[in-house]
């Protein structure tokens, strides 16, 4: 099955400072990643994803690459605010034997941006 | 606006007592899954209902059953909660978009056993 390892574990940097997140995948069949952002007692939210023909997307602060030959992709926080203080989730998502499609998550970076 | 709505928030039950957490959405999306994220981990699979089929994952504990009366709602059966069964609950939807899907979360049911 995928695994998906994603480093740092925790992050910290001064507010208005760039954050990056990596993660790695293993399944060459995984096609699409997104990203989420989950604050202390809700759940997940996507912020930004990428499918496998594209190498690079951008979504004003936030920015996420691809290089499908590594199998890593990459999380770019720019100018970073108190509120994106969160614990970042990467995932690859494949199409699974029942037809559905099913994320695999990375352990989750905890992201802390100190005023 | 369109949403993945969880009730309750909060659920407290005691040891093998059992529980039901609903899930519910106005996405029109045709696949809902349930995940179990505890405390400093990521979400974990359960199971999935692709339209009317069900999906169990291997690893899925016997005590964990699903429901999916219509499109729009989908339930969480704990049989017999034990302590370890204490974390978040989370329910997600997606469609297929012809080659990859978005899943979207709900806001969580937060479980206790006592």
């Known amino acids: 099955g995928e695994n998906v390892e994603q480093h740092p574990s925790t992050l910290s940097v001064q507010e208005g400072d760039s954050a990056v997140i990596k993660c790695t995948y293993s399944?060459?069949?995984?096609?699409?990643f997104p990203w989420y952002k989950q604050e202390l007692g809700k759940g997940p939210q996507l912020i930004i994803d990428i499918r496998s023909n594209v190498g690079e997307k951008k979504d004003q602060r936030i920015a996420v690459t691809l290089n499908k030959t590594a199998k890593h992709f990459s999380l770019h926080i720019t100018e970073t605010q108190p509120e994106d203080s969160a614990v970042y989730f990467c995932a690859a998502s494949r199409r699974s034997g029942a037809g559905s499609y099913q994320l695999t998550f990375g352990k989750g970076t905890k992201l802390s941006v100190i005023p | 606006d369109a949403m993945v709505i969880q009730n309750p928030r909060y659920q407290v039950t005691q040891f093998g007592k059992p529980v039901t957490l609903s899930c519910s959405q106005t996405?029109?999306?045709?696949?809902m899954y349930w995940y179990q994220q505890k405390s400093s981990q990521a979400p974990k699979l359960l199971f999935h209902y692709y339209d009317k089929d069900f999906n169990n994952e291997a690893d899925t504990p016997d005590n964990f059953q699903s429901r999916r009366p219509n499109t729009s709602f989908c339930f969480l059966d704990i049989r017999s909660p034990g302590l370890g069964d204490a974390a978040m609950y989370l329910c997600?939807?997606?469609?297929?978009?012809?080659?990859?899907?978005?899943?979207?979360f709900g806001p969580g049911t937060r479980l206790t056993v006592l």
């Open positions: 997600a939807t997606s469609r297929d978009l012809g080659g990859y899907n978005e899943q979207f």
């Open positions: 399944d060459s069949a995984s096609n699409y």
């Open positions: 996405l029109n999306h045709n696949v």
